[in-house]
């Protein structure tokens, strides 16, 4: 069964690089049927879709507006992961992130069918 | 890209049915048959249970089912049950490749 486990730091710096993992297990991170999310859910903003990554005879990658120029997600196809890079961060950046995956139907990939545990992540000096 | 809105919260007895409403715009609910749902109890992920608007994943329950009206889609859950207490959450494709979530909506099965 597909699993996905995510890691990385707990605490950030204000100003300094959110660097999270997501490891994926039973799928690739190279398959034509799934795309590869990034959400993050806080009490203020509830969820909200940061971005995803994924692969048709190239890779593409798509973004939140409103973070496109402070968010990077990358596939790692050696270790079957994808991961999330978040520039810049503010108090604002805390929340519980998730990786999660997106499953291709004949027309869409937007029903998110697997989501790893989730990460606290808190900004603060 | 503003929150698709969800009511805060709904209540409903065991057996009775329910149905949380999702209301966006013309540039996603409206525009796209790409609305999501998703359950999730506290300190847990969230689980898929309702996709491209009316499909259920196996494995979830046919009690669940979703449905869509102009800029408005709603998740109906009949035959309330006691382990349906949880947060909803909707999510439609909102174009240019990106997706939006509603503020998400508590259940409580009184």
């Known amino acids: 069964q597909v699993q996905l486990q995510q890691s990385g730091p707990g605490l950030v710096k204000p100003s300094q690089t959110l660097s999270l993992t997501c490891d994926i297990s039973g799928d690739s991170v190279s398959t034509n049927s799934a795309a590869w999310n990034w959400i993050r859910q806080s009490p203020s903003r509830g969820l909200e879709w940061l971005g995803r990554t994924y692969y048709r005879s190239q890779w593409y990658h798509d973004y939140a507006l409103s973070l496109k120029s402070r968010l990077t997600i990358n596939p790692d196809t050696s270790k079957n992961q994808f991961s999330l890079q978040l520039n810049s961060v503010t108090p604002e950046d805390t929340a519980v992130y998730y990786c999660s995956r997106g499953h291709c139907s004949t027309t869409s990939c937007w029903g998110m069918d697997i989501w790893g545990q989730g990460t606290t992540v808190t900004v603060s000096s | 890209q503003s929150a698709l809105t969800q009511p805060a919260s709904v209540s409903g007895s065991p057996g009775q049915s329910i149905t949380i409403s999702c209301t966006g715009t013309s540039s996603d609910v409206g525009g796209y048959n790409y609305v999501s749902w998703y359950q999730q109890y506290p300190g847990k992920a969230p689980r898929l249970i309702i996709y491209?608007?009316?499909k259920r994943p196996s494995g979830v329950s046919n009690r669940f089912s979703g449905s869509k009206s102009g800029n408005t889609a709603s998740l109906t859950i009949s035959g309330l049950q006691t382990e349906d207490e949880a947060d909803y959450h909707c999510?439609?494709?909102?174009?240019?490749?990106?997706?939006?979530f509603g503020g998400g909506t508590k259940l409580t099965v009184l």
């Open positions: 491209e608007v009316t």
């Open positions: 999510c439609s494709y909102a174009g240019r490749s990106t997706c939006v």
